[in-house]
């Protein structure tokens, strides 16, 4: 296979494996066998072998020799830190908006909010729309394409809000949020509007809180943690 093809191959599968670690399709701390990966996938094992190395860097796998691949139990101190910059992002995002706002990126977010407010709408539907209202945000101020950067940091916190997501019998109270949050930057409110935003984005914490008290098997703890293979994986 030439070099460029194994290179498509390989980011294609991270991209793959990465997108299962996201929406919990690979729960936290699930035992990761690379030929079963790759037999699901219909790839060899060396391209899945590879992209486990690249989600370990980016914190969503832990390998560990001789006892094997995991999907790394969310971290709430990395929850934190994405979320700090998350927020330093799109307040500063608000603070830059124009005086006269892009009339089409106006009616892109009227229509996300509209679709929001659809039922049944499904938690990775809603999921997408809430994305790309934040980024539709973000482009009103001139900085759309700053989101690569803030979506490429926050895997720790996405999958912390697909949890809180989970756990809530309808989205509905964080699309109202969303439409909070959009009227008061159509109204010029910059101070209700960063106060709402805060607000919003500040609730994985309370999820995070919640969740952990039920399911503390899903986070990771303080101290290092390594799953000891008996009969059954068991972390320890």
């Given at each position: 296979m030439p070099q460029t093809n194994r290179r498509t191959s390989r980011r294609s599968i991270y991209l793959k494996l990465r997108q299962m670690v996201l929406t919990l399709e690979l729960p936290p701390g699930a035992a990761l066998s690379e030929?079963?990966?790759?037999?699901?996938?219909?790839?060899?094992?060396?391209?899945?072998?590879?992209?486990?190395?690249?989600?370990?860097q980016d914190g969503l796998v832990q390998i560990f020799p001789k006892i094997g691949s995991f999907v790394s139990r969310v971290d709430p101190a990395q929850v934190a830190d994405a979320q700090f910059l998350r927020e330093a992002v799109e307040l500063a995002s608000l603070d830059a908006l124009p005086p006269e706002l892009d009339a089409s990126v106006v009616e892109e977010l009227r229509d996300n909010l509209a679709r929001q407010q659809r039922a049944p709408l499904g938690l990775e539907e809603f999921f997408e729309l809430d994305e790309a209202f934040h980024q539709g945000l973000m482009r009103l101020s001139g900085h759309g394409e700053v989101w690569t950067t803030v979506a490429a940091a926050k895997g720790h916190l996405d999958r912390a809000r697909r949890l809180g997501l989970h756990e809530n019998v309808s989205p509905a109270v964080f699309a109202d949020q969303h439409r909070e949050i959009f009227?008061?930057?159509?109204?010029?409110?910059?101070?209700?509007?960063?106060?709402?935003?805060?607000?919003?984005?500040?609730a994985v914490f309370s999820d995070i809180e919640r969740i952990r008290a039920h399911s503390p098997e899903l986070f990771a703890t303080g101290s290092a943690s390594v799953p000891v293979r008996r009969n059954v994986v068991v972390w320890e």
């Open positions: 030929n079963e990966l790759a037999a699901s996938l219909g790839v060899s094992r060396t391209p899945v072998r590879e992209s486990l190395i690249l989600l370990a009227e008061a930057v159509v109204g010029g409110d910059l101070t209700s509007a960063r106060t709402a935003m805060r607000t919003h984005l500040r």
